[in-house]
Nanobody, 121 residues
Framework: QVQLVESGGGLVQPGGSLRLSCAAS????????MGWYRQAPGNQRELVAR???????NYADSVEGRFTVSRDNAKNTVYLQMNSLKAEDTAVYFC???????????????WGQGTQVTVSS
């Protein structure tokens, strides 16, 4: 059984910073990609940032230059450093991982439970 456990959300003032972490645990053969999505009230879930096993990254236009996604493969952990936070960054942030459980099988997406990020003065 695979679990993704997030931490690091909270309340921060505009212009501030937060760092999210997400650790994957369980019987895992390989993690192809890890990343972060977010969902604000009334909105669809959207990609924030993603990093594949080779280290390539992609970001939503709205966070490019402010957020940085990184990964510790040895710890099966992905991080999201969020700087210059804005009110519109307020959302529930979900960790996502594309995981292969066995050498012979395909991969599937797993999700964390979500962590609230609120940017407000």
């Amino acid at each position: 059984q695979v679990q993704l456990v997030e931490s690091g959300g909270g309340l921060v003032q505009p212009g501030g910073s937060l760092r999210l972490s997400c650790a994957a645990s369980g019987s895992i053969f390989r993690i192809n990609a890890m990343g972060w999505y977010r969902q604000a009230p009334g909105n669809q879930r959207e990609l924030v940032a993603r990093i594949i096993s080779g280290g390539s990254t992609n970001y939503a236009d709205s966070v490019e230059g402010r957020f940085t996604v990184s990964r510790d493969n040895a710890k099966n952990t992905v991080y999201l450093q969020m700087n210059s936070l804005k009110a519109e960054d307020t959302a529930v942030y979900f960790c996502n991982a594309e995981i292969r459980l066995f050498a012979w099988g395909g991969s599937r997406d797993y999700w964390g439970q979500g962590t609230q990020v609120t940017v407000s003065s």
